[in-house]
């Protein structure tokens, strides 16, 4: 049994984004999983409430405080098809490489402006509570530094792996429509939209 997680805090996503994701996933992840809210405003039987209560984004750092064999998915993101993939290991902390929609730089520059190349609509782990740790111990300071969860893992040497990229890919990709799971990052309100037209030109 793996535990699953999303994230609903404040009010940027309605229950709506929730219940998608429950039903997707239980379509599409055959593996005995417990799904689980994690939110500010708990409702449903699912939901548990969250903690230290960061800011938005910030609060996904805390669900590695949680062990066991564990994913989380965004709200943001569209399934189409079967994710058992994505538990073959869960050994790694791992999160999505989005190097294959952005330019390829490793240079200096573009780790001095906190640019990333981390994407952490998915992620994967089983033991990784010194993450949380190390970030909950120096989290104000953090927070200024970096816009968000994504480039605090890429800049501050957290071990990390790359899920394979052959089946997740952003809406930014040609035939995105194709892939069994397409990112929607700072699109969610077109999320439907954009759905339906990939849908009309295959």
């Not at 548990?48 to 590695?64: D, G, M, Q, R, T």
């Not at 104000?140 to 501050?156: A, C, F, L, Q, S």
């Amino acid at each position: 049994m793996i535990n699953v997680y999303c994230l609903k805090w404040g009010t940027k996503y309605d229950r709506h984004f929730v219940e998608d994701l429950k039903n997707k996933l239980s379509k599409y992840l055959t593996v005995d999983h417990n799904f689980i809210c994690y939110t500010d405003a708990p409702e449903k039987e699912y939901d548990i409430k969250i903690e230290n209560n960061l800011p938005h984004v910030w609060n996904k750092l805390s669900l590695l405080q949680f062990s066991g064999d564990s994913l989380y998915f965004d709200l943001d993101i569209n399934i189409t098809d079967s994710v058992n993939f994505l538990t073959e290991d869960f050994t790694d902390f791992t999160v999505i490489d989005s190097r294959a929609w952005k330019n390829n730089k490793e240079d200096l520059k573009f780790k001095i402006t906190s640019n990333t190349f981390v994407n952490s609509s998915i992620m994967r782990w089983s033991n990784h509570y010194d993450i949380y740790n190390n970030f909950i111990k120096n989290c104000n300071t953090y927070m200024r530094i970096y816009k968000g969860i994504d480039r605090y893992i890429y800049n501050e040497n957290i071990d990390y792996k790359y899920f394979s990229n052959e089946k997740i890919i952003s809406w930014k990709s040609e035939n995105f429509s194709e892939k069994a799971i397409v990112l929607y990052n700072g699109r969610y309100k077109d999320r439907h939209n954009l759905c339906w037209q990939s849908k009309k030109n295959y």
